[in-house]
Structure formats: C-alpha cells, structure tokens
C-alpha cells in the first residue's frame, strides 16, 4: 500500500489529474526539449511541496508513455505537441491511473502496515529494481519512466542505487526526480538531472484550484485557506481535509489575549489533542503554531505588514514584536519548535505540551 492508493478524498491525487496549473513555463521547456529531440534522460523537479510536482511528473510519464521513443519530437500523427496533455478518456492515462501500465515505475515510501503510517525514507529494497527496469525492451515498443517521489526522502543506500542507474542511463527511458528539498540529494545525482524549479502558486491560481476542489466552501473561507497554504496547493487541501483553518482561527485568538491569559479556553483547546487518535490534528496545530510565530519574527524583522488570513492577528503581531528584540522572539521560536518535535518524537503530553506553548509565549511578552 502505498499514499496513492489511499485516496477518499473527492480531488484527484497527481496519478489521476490531468490538469496542471501555474507552472505553464515549466512545461513548456519540456515541451521543447522533447520537439527538438532533447529529451533529458533525468528531469529533476523541485519546489516546495504541494505545488504541482508530482502532478507535472506524471504528466511527463503520459505523454512520453503515449508518444513512444521513436515519436519523440513529432507526435503519432507527425503534428508537434505544444503541451503535454493527454485526455483523461485515453487507455495510457486511465492505465496509469490505476496503477496499471507496465512501463511506469513509482518509487515512494511504502505504508508500514504495523505503525500504521508511511515509513520514514526510501529504503535500497525498494529501488533496486529500478535498474533492470530501465534496462529492459519496453512492454509496448516506446519508453520506460521511473518516478521517484520523492527523491530527497531515499536513504544514503537507496541513492546510491539511483545514481548507478543515470551513471549509464539506456536508451529511451526516463527517470524523473520529485525533490522538496534538492539540497539533501547527493550533488552527483543533482548533477545528472536537468533541474526544473517550480515555485509557488499566486493567489488567483490557488483560489480558483480551490473553488474547484471545494465546491461547497464559502468564498470567505476559500480567500483565508488560500492565505494559510503559502502557494501550496496540496498544503491547502491537506489543511481544509483536517479543518486546519478552524484550528488556525481558534489559535489566533487565544495568542491574541495574550498576556492575559484564558486558562480555561487554553485547557480547553489543547485538551482536543490529548486522545491517541488525534496525531494528525496535532501536527497541523502544531505546524500552524510554528508558521504563525515564523511569520511574527519575520514581521518584527523587516517590519513588512503579512497577509492577515483571520481578523486580528496583525495587532497580535504588532504587540508581541514591540514587547521583546528579535533575539529574543528567535529563542522562544526555537525553544516551542524542539518542544513540539520532542513531543511528538518521545510521545509525551501533548496537551501540556501546548500549555507550555501558550505559557512561554505569556512570559516572554510580560517580561
């Protein structure tokens, strides 16, 4: 089992989304590459997460899929492509959606059926068969494509495994790279690529992306989710999919009181992250807690006003910037950031864990 096959979500996961949004200029280099006859044997795709990698990975597996080796450059019918789209009514596009064409290989992390979650890296076991794949004739006369999503989650072992692969990279196959964090692959894997950088979403985009796959959410909400995701399209769906936007609300307000302090409603919230089954909820409070300081620090830096994404934060942000010096605010960040690591890490209270947050943060503005 792996995250593609857990999918109840009511949007497509990037195996089954034919469209691709905001990143046009990154398609069409590839677009070129392939009418010129310059297909890179290894594309690197980086950028942070949820902003369309994988979706454009798996549309460059499509098309090189459909338009076979022999192809490239002119299309079955001799026309030049000027896209990489493949209709989602075409046999290669509903094959790969259900995981079923014999010529794409996927690496990711695999589900750990006994910790009940994703591993935690790409481990050798699980590329080792990328070589002979690659290797081999393909099933259907054109191209093989290797995905491996992402690469900067593989272990030292694994990596190796993948760079013996470009080192004698075979004819008409395609090994395509996902990384969040290109800098943690090894430089010789990195060097080997043709690196393409895809970055975040603008707002139009990412709010009519969510209009789309939130049909029911209100206007207002959509506009305040879209402030909340960075330019993530995935971190915004991740966050609405776990009412990430309610926790957010609910936790401006209570920074907002302070120093003074609502023993009560604190309790009360943190209290909702106390059972066993609440780990997700909690590492969405706990990352929003961290983006909302994250960002406070960078205001109290450079004086640049944020977006407020819900009523009233700005002035908390104004208030608790003018009570201590930016080295001061950078300790407090750190100290909660490692808190709520060590928290999750050696699973300890995660309701006192909160508590503590709120404290410090009381402390350090009365101070």
Request: hydrophobic letters at 45%; proline letters at 4%; one cysteine or more.
């Amino acid at each position: 089992m792996t995250a593609e096959d857990d999918d109840d979500r009511g949007y497509p996961t990037p195996r089954q989304n034919h469209q691709l949004k905001g990143h046009e200029a990154a398609e069409q280099v590839i677009v070129d590459a392939w009418n010129s006859k310059r297909m890179h044997h290894a594309w690197l795709l980086c950028g942070p997460r949820g902003v369309g990698k994988a979706t454009l990975a798996y549309r460059m597996a499509r098309f090189a899929l459909l338009n076979g080796g022999e192809n490239a450059g002119g299309g079955l019918f001799g026309d030049v492509p000027t896209s990489l789209y493949v209709s989602p009514e075409d046999p290669v596009f509903r094959r790969i959606a259900g995981g079923g064409h014999g010529d794409l290989k996927v690496i990711e992390r695999l589900y750990d059926e006994k910790k009940k979650r994703l591993q935690g890296e790409i481990v050798v076991e699980n590329v080792r068969a990328v070589g002979s794949f690659m290797s081999k004739t393909s099933a259907e006369g054109g191209w093989r494509v290797v995905i491996v999503d992402a690469a900067d989650e593989l272990n030292r072992n694994a990596a190796n495994a993948i760079l013996k692969v470009l080192e004698e990279p075979p004819a008409n196959a395609m090994m395509i790279l996902i990384a969040h964090q290109p800098g943690r692959l090894l430089p010789t894997i990195r060097s080997r690529c043709r690196r393409l950088n895809l970055g975040t979403l603008n707002d139009d985009t990412l709010t009519s992306l969510l209009a789309q796959y939130c049909p029911s959410m209100e206007t207002d909400a959509i506009h305040a989710l879209s402030g909340l995701a960075d330019g993530s399209i995935g971190r915004a769906l991740q966050l609405h999919a776990v009412g990430g936007l309610e926790l957010y609300t609910e936790l401006v307000k209570l920074i907002a009181t302070l120093p003074e302090t609502d023993v009560a409603a604190q309790h009360t919230f943190a209290e909702r992250f106390s059972p066993a089954d609440r780990d997700e909820a909690f590492v969405t409070v706990t990352a929003l807690l961290n983006w909302w300081l994250a960002r406070m620090i960078r205001f109290a830096a450079t004086g640049a006003a944020p977006r407020e994404v819900v009523s009233g934060e700005l002035p908390a942000m104004q208030r608790m910037a003018a009570a201590q010096p930016l080295d001061q605010w950078l300790e407090v960040w750190e100290k909660i950031t490692d808190l709520m690591s060590a928290t999750r890490g050696l699973h300890l209270d995660r309701k006192q864990a909160l508590l503590n947050a709120f404290f410090m943060l009381e402390e350090t503005i009365r101070s």
